[in-house]
């Protein structure tokens, strides 16, 4: 669990300067960015993407503190226009993705997109879907929110194709502008709508939503969500968990946030205060076997790092393997897709 | 095979490879000039090969993905030691843990 830094000010990380020179922008930061936009700079590439579509810039500019606020400011009646989405946003893309790709041919336009955007689009996709998902929960699953999101552009979630494509020719540098300043933005006749970015964003290695102490995702205006190894869990739940007990966890009704319950509580906590018995040890690990009423068992491999941590002690982690698993070789093995007898590492570090 | 971490590198016979794959270009080098087998998301610390070779994606959630070291190489990561390879093909393979009803990726 690690606090992402509030600006996207740190040195590009790899995997997104190979191809991009010396205007290169660190875009896996930008997916990440939190904390307050600057309003100055996202409202003129928001006028500058305007132009560059051929229209008149809008009458006004509003500012939304989340996603969530923009799209319930849309549904109370603002004057807004048509929705310029199309003109301003997914034309160029598409008239730019076309241009590169005759540039560069098939396999070159290939080898941009897996040297910018292929590594970025799951970690900002997931984002994304979340973010809507929240919404649609919070304000209503009716057509009316479905089609104010379709309006939304995705800005420092639309970073893999920026990525891929923008500061090439030109006609993307309004959209890239106000991805890396602000947050979504709603393009329409007479108005645009821009967000705030998330004021925190916790994930973990893995890229997924996780926090077990507060929201994994917050906006400035509150709306925020909760996330335990990317798993969407209710606020109320996470507030709990301070408290848990082996008893408590075992009266948990819903299996998902059981599994979440021991997994925050220790599984090698739970094990010492159930007195469990491992059910099978070898040169791999440990295999544990927690029953549970009306579910399958919980079995996990106890695995011992081969490297040294920094105080010279060898942390230890747990894996969940199927429940048929019989022996701590089957168990690793399975957690790298091999039968028992095909896992024999050389050298582990 | 040899593990560093949540990452597996098995040894594939040179004969099983694909002979497409022989010719494919691979995947780029990352700003510090290395191939990346798996990266994380928050630290940016990576299972990585700094000399030469080619990494080439199957496609796939957890790959596989195929690695050629014609002369042999290491792979480096900031929390792990060095792990030395000798010549080949190798399969990567992302440690992966089991969830009821899923299957989700570890990333230590």
């Known amino acids: 669990m690690t606090t992402v830094p509030p600006a996207p000010a740190r040195t590009a990380a790899p995997g997104t300067t190979a191809a991009t020179g010396p205007r290169a922008v660190d875009w896996r930061g930008v997916v990440a960015a939190t904390g307050p936009a600057d309003r100055a700079a996202a409202e003129a ?7 560059a579509a051929g229209l008149p810039e809008p009458g006004r500019v509003l500012w939304a503190a989340s996603p969530r606020a923009a799209v319930a400011l849309l549904l109370g009646g603002e004057v807004t226009g048509r929705s310029v989405r199309e003109q301003v946003r997914t034309r160029p893309w598409e008239s730019e993705r076309a241009r590169v790709h005759a540039e560069s041919g098939p396999g070159g336009y290939a080898a941009l997109w897996a040297a910018t955007g292929a590594r970025l689009w799951e970690p900002a996709r997931a984002l994304a879907d979340r973010i809507r998902a929240g919404i649609v929960e919070e304000l209503g699953d009716t057509p009316d929110v479905r089609l104010r999101l379709l309006d939304a552009v995705l800005g420092q979630h639309d970073a893999a194709w920026l990525a891929a494509l923008a500061g090439r020719g030109g006609a993307l540098d309004g959209l890239a502008a106000v ?4 947050g979504w933005w709603w393009p329409y006749e007479d108005i645009a709508v821009i967000c705030e970015r998330p004021a925190e964003l916790h994930r973990d290695e893995a890229g997924r ?3 077990g102490d507060g929201p994994a995702l917050a906006f400035p205006d509150g709306f925020a969500l909760h996330a335990w190894r990317g798993m969407p869990v209710p606020a109320e739940f ?3 968990l301070g408290d848990l007990t082996p008893e408590g966890i075992r009266a948990e009704e819903n299996a998902e946030l059981r599994r979440v319950m021991l997994e925050f509580y220790g599984y090698d906590r739970y094990l010492a205060e159930s007195g469990a018995e491992p059910l099978h040890r070898d040169g791999t690990g440990v295999l544990w076997r927690i029953p549970l009423d009306g579910d399958e068992d919980v079995v996990m491999v106890e695995v011992v790092n081969s490297t ?24 690793v093995a399975w957690t790298f897709g091999l039968a028992a007898d095909a896992y024999a590492p050389l050298h582990e570090t | 095979m040899y593990r560093q ?7 594939v016979a040179d004969a099983e490879v694909p002979a497409r794959l022989a010719e494919e270009a691979g995947e780029p080098r990352d700003g510090r000039g290395r191939l990346v087998l798996a990266l994380g998301e928050v630290t940016g610390h990576a299972h990585a090969v700094p000399g030469p070779g080619r990494l080439v994606r ?12 014609p002369q042999g190489g290491r792979v480096v990561h900031e929390e792990h ?8 093909w190798f399969r990567v393979v992302r440690q992966r843990e089991y969830v009821p009803g899923a299957v989700r990726v570890v990333a230590d």
Do not use: C, M, N, S
């Open chain 1, 45 to 51: 590439g928001v006028r500058l993407a305007y132009r």
């Open chain 1, 179 to 182: 991805a890396r300043h602000a």
């Open chain 1, 209 to 211: 939503l996780d926090r």
């Open chain 1, 238 to 240: 996470l507030a709990g």
């Open chain 1, 308 to 331: 040294a941590e920094p105080d010279g002690t060898f942390r230890t982690y747990w894996l969940r393997v199927p429940p048929a698993t019989r022996t701590a070789r089957e168990g």
């Open chain 2, 5 to 11: 971490g949540d990452i597996l590198i098995v040894p």
């Open chain 2, 58 to 69: 199957e496609g796939g959630e957890f790959g596989p993905q195929l690695l050629h070291l």
């Open chain 2, 81 to 88: 030691a060095v792990i030395p390879l000798p010549k080949g």
